[in-house]
């Protein structure tokens, strides 16, 4: 049901007031936040497609967000594409995108995400993201890969402790596999 401020911006926008992108993107945060996930994600979709919605990353991120309250993580992650075409320079929307593909049961796919975050940058915690990622490619067997990323996680505070841990399973792991070479 719409509240009095969604009742307010709607009539002001059919007469022709309040249509700035700051506006309307303040519309879609009002839906938002009333739990209108539905409503939300079209206006972002339409804003963002037609210029009327700013294309910054936090909006494509509310994108995503609003398909994912909707249980629809196929559409989040489409929308997640599209905004790494759109803003090509953003690790956090990479790391984004993988965590997607990740809860969609597709550790493979994102495995490129989860490097390219790194290798793109701009990361809040850079060491969780190289956890991430080790955890993928451990997941994957591709025990190398995972070692290299655990090791880079070791390097950051936040994730040292359970970089130690993790590294412990990858190298028992590798000598596993080639305990089995050996034996062939």
């Not at 497609?49 to 509310?62: A, D, P, R, T, Y």
């Not at 940058?121 to 490619?137: I, S």
């Not at 190398?144 to 390097?155: G, P, S």
Request: glycine residues 6%.
């Amino acid at each position: 049901k719409p509240t009095l401020a969604v009742v307010t911006y709607e009539r002001a926008q059919a007469h022709g007031f309040m249509n700035s992108p700051r506006d309307n993107f303040n519309l879609v945060g009002i839906y938002f936040n009333i739990g209108q996930f539905e409503k939300a994600s079209e206006l972002l979709e339409t804003g963002l497609k037609n210029g009327s919605i700013e294309n910054v990353q936090k909006n494509w991120e509310l994108l995503s967000y609003s398909y994912q309250q909707l249980h629809r993580d196929f559409k989040s992650i489409d929308a997640l594409s599209r905004a790494v075409k759109a803003i090509p320079k953003s690790g956090q929307l990479e790391y984004m995108l993988a965590q997607g593909y990740y809860g969609v049961d597709k550790p493979a796919d994102a495995i490129p995400h989860a490097q390219a975050a790194i290798q793109k940058g701009g990361l809040a915690k850079p060491g969780q993201v190289d956890l991430f990622l080790a955890y993928l490619c451990f997941s994957t067997k591709k025990f190398d890969e995972a070692l290299e990323a655990v090791t880079r996680a070791m390097n950051y505070p936040d994730s040292a402790q359970e970089g130690k841990r993790m590294k412990s399973a990858i190298e028992d792991s590798i000598k596993e596999r080639e305990a089995k070479l050996k034996n062939t």
